[in-house]
Every structure is written in structure tokens, then in C-alpha cells.
């Protein structure tokens, strides 16, 4: 199985800051990696998919960027509904993988 | 907008077989990649595996031997069948759509917490 790591775990910051969280992959995914939002007690929420292609709807101070193995998502200008758990999730090789996750949380 | 919900059982015994359905509305059954995803209590996510709009499925090898997936286009519905389940099966199962093999999830269900206890 693909091994996904994000860092940080936690990640404290103030509205209107920018942040950036990153995801690697244990071997080469291509741009074959998503990014998904989720809050307490519902369903993710797709944010990017082929590592730097925003879903329609989202908000354009999300981006994400990288290939191979190495992927950043930053989000600009933080708002108070981006405080939430972020993923990352490979779909180059089967099975499916997720990172373990970036909590991030208002300082 | 395309919908999707879970259904189903929210307790289950240990050693018996876990069954959900998740029903699709607001757009074709046909043509995707239907999958379903848990998530333990304050854990990350897991994929367990996908049924396909040709019947095909793809499980995730951790459970491979344990479930089972099919499609009911009649019902616009999938389902899930994990058999022989322990306390390690507590999950928030969710229910998700991908256009194709090299398309991450676009449409995901609210999620049904199943809970594995006697």
C-alpha cells in the first residue's frame, strides 16, 4: 500500500493567516492526489483533486501544488469556516490511501 | 445535486455480518464508481473498497475477506456486507461516488456510525 504522511498533526492559526499543510507519499503518485475538508460530525468535503485542480465551488484561496511524491495545500487568507480537519488521499494505486490527517485549529 | 445516504443497522453483534445500503439521488447510478469509506472514532479514513456501474468491485486487501459489495441500478442503491465483525468495525461508514478509476471521491454520503457490541 501507498503510505500517505501529512505534517503537521495540529496546525493553530488566527483568521486572515496563511498556512500550508503537506502530504507525502511513500512512492511516486504522479498529480494523482485530492485534498478534502471535514468538520466535526460530517462527510469530507472535496476540495482539489489532481493535486492543484480546485472542485468547483471552493473558494479560490485554497491551492494546492506538487507531484511525484511531495504535495502542499495552503490555504490564504484564513476564514472562520476553514477551521476543520484536512486529508489528503492518493488514487493512483489501489487501495485508495488517506493521510492521517491536519487538524487545524484557531490560536 | 447528486445525493447519497446510508442506511442501516447502528448496532451490530460481534461475529455478525454488518449490512448497509446507501441510496443515490439526483443523478444516474450508471456510469460510476460507487465506494465505500469508515472512519473509526477519532481516527482517519479507510477505503474499503468500490462496486462498479458493470457490477465489477475492487475491495481493500486489509478487508478482502470479509466483504462484499453489489448494485441495485433498479433502486438507484449499493450495498455493503462485512461479515464476521468485531469491536474493531466501529466506524462512521460513508458512502461515495467517483467518475472513474483515476478520480478521487466527488460526492460523499453524511456518514451512519455502526457501532459493534453485544
Known amino acids: 500500500d501507498i503510505q500517505m504522511t501529512q505534517s503537521p498533526s495540529t496546525l493553530s492559526a488566527s483568521v486572515g493567516d496563511r498556512v500550508t499543510i503537506t502530504c507525502r507519499a511513500s512512492q511516486s503518485i504522479s498529480i494523482w492526489l485530492a485534498w478534502c475538508q471535514q468538520k466535526p460530525g460530517k462527510g469530507p468535503k472535496p476540495l482539489i483533486y489532481k493535486a492543484s485542480s480546485l472542485e468547483s465551488g471552493v473558494p479560490s484561496r485554497f491551492s494546492g501544488r506538487g507531484s511525484g511524491t511531495e504535495f502542499t495545500l495552503t490555504i490564504n487568507s484564513l476564514q472562520p469556516d476553514d477551521f476543520a480537519t484536512y486529508y489528503c488521499q492518493q488514487y493512483d494505486t489501489y487501495p485508495i490511501t488517506f493521510g492521517q490527517g491536519t487538524r487545524l485549529e484557531i490560536k | 445535486q447528486v445525493q447519497l445516504q446510508e442506511s442501516g443497522p447502528g448496532l451490530v453483534k460481534p461475529s455478525e455480518t454488518l449490512s448497509l445500503t446507501c441510496t443515490v439521488s439526483g443523478g444516474p447510478i450508471s456510469s460510476y464508481y460507487w465506494n465505500w469509506i469508515r472512519q473509526p472514532p477519532g481516527k482517519g479514513l479507510e477505503w474499503i473498497g468500490y462496486?462498479?456501474?458493470?457490477?465489477?468491485?475492487n475491495y481493500n486487501p486489509s478487508l478482502k475477506s470479509r466483504v462484499t459489495m453489489s448494485l441495485d441500478t433498479s433502486k438507484s442503491q449499493f450495498s455493503l456486507n462485512l461479515i464476521s465483525v468485531t469491536a474493531a468495525d466501529t466506524a462512521v461508514y460513508y458512502c461515495?461516488?467517483?467518475?472513474?478509476?483515476?478520480?478521487?471521491?466527488?460526492?460523499w454520503g453524511q456518514g451512519t456510525l455502526v457501532t459493534v457490541s453485544s
Open positions: 462496486v462498479d456501474y458493470t457490477g465489477s468491485t
Open positions: 461515495a461516488r467517483r467518475v472513474s478509476s483515476h478520480w478521487p471521491f466527488d460526492y
